[in-house]
């Protein structure tokens, strides 16, 4: 079966320090991936999504960055971040079709100071 | 853009009552549909897909209906239970859309004994 595996589950870092989230799925191959942030009070926002490594599709303009190093692995980074970025980071996988569900990991609850 | 909305933002029921969650969107062009339940503090768990050719879509207690003309869905929850509390979210993924979910806000449910 297929699993999602997110880490950290609890983050807390200073204004102005990088970051790195990392997303790995096992079970599948060639998942689509994403990123998804979800702010106290507001929906879930789709920040990235990947069908493949090395492709990356931003869906908002922001302070942050992703990358797929590897067929099942997505990474969430910043160089610098703001106390904006704060708030609950969720990835996901898909199979390549729109006919299947989107399965999410536990998050990563950011809380920057 | 499509915008979803749900509605009621929370609702708390005694337990063993049937209810029904609310979900509208703007786009009626949508691919599919999705119910997902988050606990607090963890990820989504996907409960129900609905093909945008499917009227409805079923799984033990739960009955998502759908209605593109309309633009609506809603969630059926029967019989109750404690366990249910959660937040609901339904999602949708537009025609032309790729694998893009927009999420609407969501419904807290509390299950009272």
């Known amino acids: 079966s297929q699993t999602i595996h997110q880490w950290p589950a609890t983050l807390v870092q200073p204004v102005g320090s990088p970051l790195s989230l990392e997303c790995t799925v096992e079970?599948?191959?060639?998942?689509?991936l994403y990123w998804y942030r979800q702010a106290a009070g507001r929906g879930l926002q789709l920040l990235f999504y990947?069908?493949?490594?090395?492709?990356i599709s931003s869906e908002v303009p922001q302070n942050l960055s992703a990358s797929r190093p590897q067929d099942r692995q997505f990474i969430l980074s910043s160089k610098k971040l703001l106390l904006s970025d704060s708030g609950f980071y969720l990835c996901?996988?898909?199979?390549?079709?729109?006919?299947?569900?989107?399965?999410f990991g536990d998050g990563t609850r950011l809380s920057i100071l | 853009k499509q915008e979803v909305t749900q509605i009621p933002a929370a609702l708390s029921v005694p337990e063993g009552e049937n209810l029904v969650l609310n979900c509208s969107f703007t786009d009626s062009a949508i691919y599919n549909l999705q119910w997902f339940r988050q606990d607090p503090g963890k990820g989504l768990t996907s409960l129900l897909l609905?093909?945008?050719?499917?009227r409805e879509q079923t799984s033990g207690r739960l009955n998502a209906s759908l209605d593109k003309s309309s633009g609506r869905s809603t969630l059926y929850i029967a019989a109750s239970q404690p366990g249910d509390s959660a937040t609901y979210l339904c999602a949708s993924i537009l025609t032309g859309g790729g694998n893009k979910l927009t999420f609407g806000t969501g419904t807290q449910l509390k299950v009272e004994l």
């Open positions: 996901a996988w898909s199979v390549y079709t729109r006919d299947q569900p989107q399965h």
């Open positions: 990947s069908v493949g490594i090395g492709q």
């Open positions: 609905i093909q945008s050719s499917q």
């Open positions: 079970g599948t191959s060639n998942p689509n």
